[in-house]
C-alpha cells in the first residue's frame, strides 16, 4: 500500500545529555549518507534538547517517550504535548507496555494522552500488546482488540490517518522468548482487520510497527512481513553498531 518503513528508538530510562549526543550523531551521520527508511529517536526528556541538535541536518525526527494530557498545571514530573513540540520533538510513544505494567496506565488513560497529542500537533506512537498470560489463555484476540477499540475511541479519521501504531507482544520482551516473524505478522493483520471496520479508508495507509525484541539478526525477516512497517526497538538502539543494521534491513 506504500506504507513508509519506519525505525523508531525508544531509549528508556538511559542515556546522558553527552551519551545521547554521541549516539544520536552516529545514528544521524548514516542518515544523512544513504537512503533509508523515517527514523525517530525518542530519547530521555534530559536529553531531547541534545538529541536534536546532534541530528540537525539530517532528516532524524525525535520523540518523546510520554506525555501528559494536560497543557499546563500543578502536575509534578509531567511533561506537556506542547512542552515536547517546543523542545523539537515531532513524535510521542504512548501506551508503552512499561507504561501500562509499572505505572497502571490504561486504554482509558492512553485515549486521553492520544487526543492531547493529535491537539497538540505531535505524531503518536500508540502501543498495544498482550502479556505472555494472556496469550497462554487464548486471549491476544481479545485483548488486542479491546486495546485498539479503547485506545482510538472517539478518533475521526483524519485524526487516525496522523497516528502510528506499535504491536508489542510483552511476553517476548526481555523473557528470551520470541514471537516468530508469522506470529507477529498474525497480529499485524489483525490489528489491521479491527481498525478497518472503522477506518476503512485509511488503516491500510497507517504504519504499523513490531517492536518485540527487534535485533539485526531478525530485523530484515521482520521487516518483509506484509503489514510489517518497521520497529519500535529498545535495547538494541542504544548502541550505533546494532541500531545502524536495523535501519538498514528497513530500507
Known sequence: MGRKKIVAGNWKMNTTPDDAAFLAAAIGRHVKDHKVPL?????????IAAVKAAVRGTEVKVGGQDMYWKESGAFTGEVSGRMLLTSGCSHVILGHSERRQLFFETNITVNTKLKAALDAGLTP????????DQREAGQMEEVIGEQVVGCFDGIDAADFGKAVIAYEPVWAIGTGRTATPEQAQEVHELIRTLLRKT???????????????VKPENAAELFAQPDIDGGLVGGASLKADSFIPIIAAAS
Open 39 to 47: 527514523v525517530i529517536l525518542c530519547p530521555p526528556y534530559t536529553s
Open 125 to 132: 506512537i500508540v502501543c498495544v500488546g498482550e502479556t505472555l
Open 199 to 213: 477506518y476503512a479508508d485509511t488503516v491500510d495507509k497507517t504504519p504499523i510497527l513490531y517492536g518485540g525484541s
